[in-house]
């Protein structure tokens, strides 16, 4: 029986394939035969199918987000039956008995008729965060902070999005220069494309994908600002540093990580390259990292 690919869930949602006999590589970029350049939390090459007759085998080609089979982590190669379900980056494929001539959507083609990517510096770089940071479902939000750049201040002070310190009162007037401002990019559609051009690359925004509303997240995090050392000292803990959560998170205990996100499904920031946006989610397992790739083929 020969089997087809139809892509049920993701920003190629209704395309379909049938892999050509031998192997078929899967991705974002250069390298894949197909390519699915929507996806950014791809790979370049993520997975590969080896076909051979009627048989399907798929193994994940190092991807940096993996590959899993219903639900299953890839870790080597597996054969394919009919009604299983491919997780890889955003998108999820589903095997299908084979129809004579599977359509081939538009934007899903193979590597030779692919065109070649512009070149592109930062600005477009941080304009493809945009683009992956807008896909995130629920209410969208950013913490940015003044201490890394205190034009923070200017900036929202300009916008029409709704805004506030994480701290309160006299402190808040203190520190106004160099506090940390949690922004609603809900509130303002033009808001995450300013934010986004003004600090991508500068480590100076943490982004916050949640189902609450602004005054409910403010509260949450008011409670993370301070922490306690083990030696009972009470110190300011800049979680909204990029540089600085990701340690955090990947240090936590599930109860730790628990308490932290509270009502919050995912922290977004840049990665140390701003080339890379990563997510930290919390999944059955654990703390769940993505990256997704910002750089095209060409940039420079």
């Known amino acids: 029986m020969s089997f087809a690919l139809a892509i049920s869930g993701g920003p190629h949602l209704g395309a379909s394939l049938l892999p050509a006999e031998g192997?078929?590589?899967?991705?974002?970029?250069?390298?894949?035969?197909?390519?699915?350049?929507?996806?950014?939390?791809?790979?370049?090459?993520?997975?590969?199918?080896?076909?051979?007759?009627?048989?399907?085998?798929?193994?994940?080609a190092g991807s940096r987000n993996g590959t899993q089979v219903n639900g299953v982590n890839?870790?080597?190669?597996?054969?394919?039956?009919?009604?299983?379900?491919?997780?890889?980056?955003?998108?999820?494929?589903?095997?299908?008995?084979?129809?004579?001539t599977?359509?081939?959507?538009?934007?899903?083609?193979?590597l030779a008729k692919?065109?070649?990517?512009?070149?592109?510096?930062?600005?477009?770089?941080?304009?493809?965060?945009?683009?992956?940071?807008?896909?995130?479902?629920?209410?969208?939000?950013?913490?940015?902070?003044?201490a890394r750049d205190a034009a923070v201040v200017d900036l929202l002070e300009a916008s029409r999005a709704q805004w506030r310190s994480?701290?309160?009162?006299?402190?808040?007037a203190e520190l106004r220069v160099v506090a940390p401002y949690?922004?609603?990019?809900?509130?303002?559609?033009?808001?995450?494309?300013k934010v986004?051009?003004?600090?991508?690359?500068?480590?100076?925004?943490?982004?916050?994908?949640?189902?609450?509303?602004?005054?409910?997240?403010?509260?949450?995090?008011?409670q993370l600002l301070i922490a306690t050392t083990p030696a009972g000292e009470k110190r300011?803990?800049?979680?909204?540093?990029?540089?600085?959560?990701?340690?955090?998170?990947?240090?936590s205990s599930p109860m730790e990580l628990s308490k932290f996100f509270g009502s919050i499904v995912a922290f977004l920031m840049e990665d140390e390259s701003p080339e890379f946006l990563v997510s930290f989610r919390r999944g059955a397992e654990g703390l769940k990292r993505e990256v997704a790739e910002l750089k095209e083929d060409g940039d420079t």
């Not at 035969?33 to 048989?55: T, Y």
């Not at 870790?75 to 997780?87: P, S, T, V, W």
């Open 166 to 172: 994480l701290y309160e009162g006299e402190r808040a």
């Open 196 to 222: 986004i051009r003004f600090g991508w690359g500068r480590g100076l925004a943490v982004f916050i994908s949640t189902g609450v509303p602004f005054e409910q997240l403010r509260s949450h995090l008011r």
């Open 23 to 60: 192997l078929t590589k899967f991705g974002r970029s250069r390298g894949a035969d197909f390519l699915l350049p929507a996806d950014r939390f791809l790979s370049p090459v993520h997975f590969s199918i080896q076909r051979q007759g009627d048989e399907f085998r798929i193994l994940d």
């Open 102 to 110: 599977p359509p081939l959507a538009p934007g899903l083609v193979p």
């Open 114 to 146: 692919q065109p070649a990517a512009h070149a592109a510096d930062l600005a477009a770089i941080a304009k493809r965060a945009c683009l992956v940071l807008e896909t995130e479902p629920g209410n969208l939000f950013a913490i940015l902070d003044a």
């Open 182 to 193: 949690l922004v609603s990019l809900t509130s303002d559609p033009a808001m995450l494309e």
């Open 236 to 251: 300011v803990f800049r979680f909204y540093d990029p540089r600085v959560l990701p340690v955090y998170l990947k240090a």
């Open 74 to 100: 890839l870790d080597e190669a597996k054969a394919l039956a009919e009604g299983d379900r491919i997780f890889a980056g955003r998108s999820i494929f589903q095997v299908l008995r084979a129809s004579p």
